[in-house]
């Protein structure tokens, strides 16, 4: 089968774009995307057999590896066994396995589990629920949301409205709901200004807070590191200063550990690292390793039981077609399962330590560079400006430099970053290192 496929390849390109309508992608530009056929580890290979180092962990998703066999497994038994049902009315082991999974690993208070299947509908999920607490709790005139600038929360219409202050979103606004935006204080290695930046920030925070603190319903950031907004970090502390004014006006917190969660910033989850506990938190991209689509929002049992009531209007209304897959249950158990063990603690610091060596020969190879930044298994920098221009041309040039060369990029603007899977090599990342510092210098 695979084979047949394999020899067919040459009008791949052109059946594509007679029928195909790519996300995020200017079709008039005419740029063909890359036939893929197969994945394993951190590669996956064209048709052509040509290899490329998934720098990018297939859009932050996967965490073991293409095809890795324990989540091969778990997928084909589970879908041999019970492949879907409704999940209202219904439950399966796949789905109260994970949640209890889950639950050790995540503070006491996030206690119940509401599934979804991608980012944005988490999000949404969160949304929505601190909308209607509200209601439940009689002050309905919080009807706001607070959010950071340079935020991304996904791209249907709620994750937009508090989203727009990454900008992505322009054309959308008048559909917004009422969204405030404050402030954020990103920082990087050896920054001079961060106390200053932060201080400025917190003052424009208390203003808001002053004039409309009590008609907010929620406040919703990406902790310790935005991520499509351009790779912004922050320091836990500005970010527990921001909660701790945030949660004196009465607003409900969510963290969106959607790009953050299992791994990535160094700890399980990035909320590990900071001093609150959220009302409502956001999880998807690597829940199921990268193997299916998967979300989950997970609330405080204050948020649930606001919730229960005698009427069937006082429930949370809200349900996916494919509401706890099993087979998206089952991958993620088995995702969780490999994350906890040894080998896999130790491939996220061997990769953070790779990143500080990578990243410390590109700062002396690269004169552009600007802001470098670790956290965790992610790095990033910037060229020319510290300031993210996502219509800056540089990303798109190297992008497609490094293609060339069997590299998977995908820059934001002027901000470069390395996201790899756990299982890359240190040897495959250095190699990469090098070769984007050579790139770097023919380009710019
Ligand atoms: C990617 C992302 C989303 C949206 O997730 P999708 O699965 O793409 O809908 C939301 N929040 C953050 C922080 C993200 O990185």
Excluded at 176 to 182: G, H, K, M, S, Y
Excluded at 365 to 371: G, K, N, T, W
Excluded at 394 to 403: D, F, I, S, W
Aim: charged letters at 15%.
């Amino acid at each position: 089968m695979v084979l047949i496929e394999e020899a067919a390849l040459g009008g791949w390109g052109q059946r594509d774009s007679a029928r195909v309508w790519h996300p995020f992608t200017q079709h008039q530009w005419g740029e063909s995307p890359i036939p893929l056929v197969r994945g394993k580890g951190a590669y996956l290979y064209d048709a052509d057999g040509k290899a490329y180092l998934d720098l990018v962990s297939s859009w932050w998703t996967n965490l073991h590896g293409h095809g890795h066999p324990v989540l091969v497994e778990a997928i084909a038994s589970q879908a041999a066994t019970l492949d879907h049902a409704m999940f209202a009315g219904f439950t399966h082991l796949p789905a109260i396995q994970l949640c209890e999974a889950l639950a050790t690993a995540l503070p006491e208070a996030l206690s119940r589990f509401f599934f979804s299947d991608n980012g944005s509908t988490a999000v949404e999920v969160a949304l929505k629920m601190a909308y209607q607490y509200w209601i439940q709790k009689d002050e309905p005139e919080r009807q706001m949301f607070l959010a950071f600038e340079g935020g991304y929360h996904g791209d249907t219409l709620g994750a937009m409205a508090v989203g727009r202050g990454c900008g992505f979103h322009d054309p959308f606004s008048t559909l917004f709901c009422e969204v405030l935006i404050t402030p954020h204080a990103a920082t990087w290695e050896n920054d001079l200004d961060v106390e200053a930046k932060e201080a400025a920030a917190l003052n424009k925070l208390d203003e808001l807070l002053e004039a409309y603190g009590d008609r907010i319903a929620a406040f919703i950031a990406e902790p310790l590191i935005q991520g499509a907004g351009g790779m912004r970090v922050c320091r836990p502390d500005f970010l527990n200063a921001v909660v701790a004014k945030v949660k004196a006006a009465g607003v409900l917190i969510i963290l969106d550990e959607v790009f953050t969660g299992f791994g990535r910033t160094g700890t399980d989850f990035a909320l590990n690292q900071l001093a609150f506990v959220p009302d409502l938190l956001c999880l998807s991209k690597g829940l199921t390793g990268g193997m299916m689509p998967l979300a989950l929002t997970v609330a405080t049992q204050k948020i649930y039981h606001a919730f229960w009531g005698d009427s069937i209007s006082q429930a949370f209304l809200h349900g996916h077609s494919y509401t706890a897959n099993p087979i998206a249950c089952a991958a993620a158990l088995a995702s969780f399962q490999l994350l906890q063990r040894e080998d896999c603690i130790q491939q996220r610091k061997t990769l953070e330590a790779t990143h500080h060596e990578g990243l410390a020969y590109l700062k002396a190879a690269v004169s552009s560079l600007c802001a470098p930044r670790i956290i965790g298994t992610i790095a990033a920098w910037n060229v020319f400006d510290p300031a993210t221009d996502y219509s800056h041309p540089a990303g798109k040039t190297l992008r497609k430099a490094a293609l060339a060369q069997g590299l998977i990029l995908r820059p934001l603007g002027n901000t470069l970053y390395l996201v790899p899977p756990y299982c890359m090599p240190s040897t495959a990342l250095l190699q990469a290192y090098h070769t984007l510092g050579h790139l770097m210098q023919q380009s710019f």
